[in-house]
């Protein structure tokens, strides 16, 4: 079975730093991996994906993040932090078993805060 | 498009009451799946469908958790009876196909089980 694990549950940035959320997964075999964000009282909105093309993916609101096999690590960065990035972030894996992609398995989470 | 709706948005009930969560979702999409999150435990994915069928509910708690698609636009998950331990929110996600893997979820029910 793959498993997520996300380290920090929370990490707080500067406006205008840096962000950097760390993720390593578990797979036995190739994974394909997500990162989503929620905001307060709302769903899941997808930020970007990772499924075996290009290792380094960009998604919305400028986020991107690098598939790194041999670490085993999907790390989500943001070169500046914005105080409307300030939710929750969650990594998940998947992997195709049967013809088809199983459910999401995700991390427990961060929680970004975004001074100002 | 009104993505994935999920009914009611929050539902507060007494322990021994069955509780029914309703999900419809974005039309087309053939997959459904539905997930549960909690403090404790963070988003656990509880069953999911594809083409009304159910794949895998092997995240599915207990027996008194149930879950039916009748068809491609309407799934339920029923809790009878609920338990205090059921409080959480409860995510309804839709994908075009099985293969494609970016899920689109809803809003979420909010359980409260007094």
């Known amino acids: 079975a793959q498993s997520v694990t996300q380290l920090g549950s929370h990490v707080s940035v500067s406006e205008g730093a840096l962000v950097l959320l760390r993720c390593n997964y578990s797979?036995?075999?190739?994974?394909?991996l997500f990162w989503y964000v929620q905001y307060p009282n709302q769903g899941l909105q997808l930020l970007l994906k990772?499924?075996?093309?290009?290792?380094l993916v960009k998604g919305i609101n400028g986020f991107e993040a690098e598939f790194k096999k041999s670490e085993t690590s999907f790390h989500l960065t943001k070169p500046s932090a914005h105080m409307s990035d300030a939710a929750e972030y969650f990594c998940?894996?998947?992997?195709?078993?049967?013809?088809?992609?199983?459910?999401?398995?995700f991390g427990k989470g961060t929680h970004l805060i975004i001074q100002p | 498009d009104a993505g994935v709706i999920q009914s009611p948005r929050h539902e507060v009930t007494e322990m021994g009451q069955e509780v029914t969560l309703r999900c419809k979702p974005i039309?087309?999409?053939?997959?459904l799946f539905w997930y549960r999150q909690t403090m404790m435990r963070g988003l656990e994915l509880l069953i999911y469908?594809?083409?009304?069928?159910?794949?895998?509910d092997s995240g599915m708690p207990e027996d008194r958790f149930s879950a039916k698609m009748p068809n491609a636009s309407f799934s339920t998950l029923k809790i009878q009876p609920s338990e205090p331990r059921d409080s959480a929110v409860y995510f309804c996600?839709?994908?075009?196909?099985?293969?494609?893997?970016?899920?689109?979820f809803g809003p979420g029910t909010r359980l409260l089980v007094l």
């Open positions: 990772y499924t075996s093309a290009a290792t």
């Open positions: 039309s087309g999409h053939n997959s």
């Open positions: 797979s036995s075999v190739p994974p394909y």
């Open positions: 469908f594809n083409n009304n069928v159910p794949i895998d």
């Open positions: 998940a894996v998947t992997v195709y078993s049967g013809g088809g992609a199983d459910g999401l398995t």
């Open positions: 996600a839709s994908s075009l196909t099985w293969d494609q893997e970016t899920q689109y």
